[in-house]
């Protein structure tokens, strides 16, 4: 591969490749190695295992943009604990109401499926009048 140097309009990548300036520092990896991402001022890294970024400005927000929870559930974020419980109970009604619906549509089968089995089903038969 032919390495490629870049100019005044085009950012060097870490990996020999070119994108334009006006790609640097907008949370989308043009690189291919998200050399354009790294050192950019309005990101917030999500993880360091990952590559996940989102704006600075989505961080202690009150809203969850991170898969990991980490832009609002961290020390940094104002009212930490609160948030902590307030999501750790958001998420067990949400499950328990997830359970509690399958559960009663198994119980509203099951009775159902009862009153099927249990009725004595006849052929209708002709009257003649």
């Not at 032919?2 to 334009?20: D, H, L, W």
């Not at 009153?115 to 209708?124: A, C, F, L, S, V």
Request: aromatic fraction near 10%; proline fraction near 3%; hydrophobic fraction near 25%.
């Amino acid at each position: 591969k032919e390495k490629i140097y870049a100019n005044r309009e085009m950012y060097p990548c870490n990996n020999s490749n070119c994108v334009p300036y006006k790609n640097v520092c907008d949370l989308s990896d043009d690189c291919g190695d998200f050399s354009d991402e790294e050192s950019c001022q309005n990101h917030y890294k999500c993880d360091n295992k990952t590559n996940e970024i989102i704006k600075k400005s989505q961080v202690c927000d009150g809203n969850i943009d991170c898969s990991n929870y980490n832009d609002e559930c961290n020390s940094d974020c104002p009212n930490y604990n609160a948030k902590m419980i307030q999501t750790g109970f958001s998420t067990w009604t949400w499950f328990a109401g997830v359970t509690g619906t399958a559960i009663n549509g198994l119980v509203v089968v099951k009775n159902t499926w009862q009153i099927i089995m249990d009725k004595d089903i006849t052929e209708p038969k002709n009257i003649v009048a």
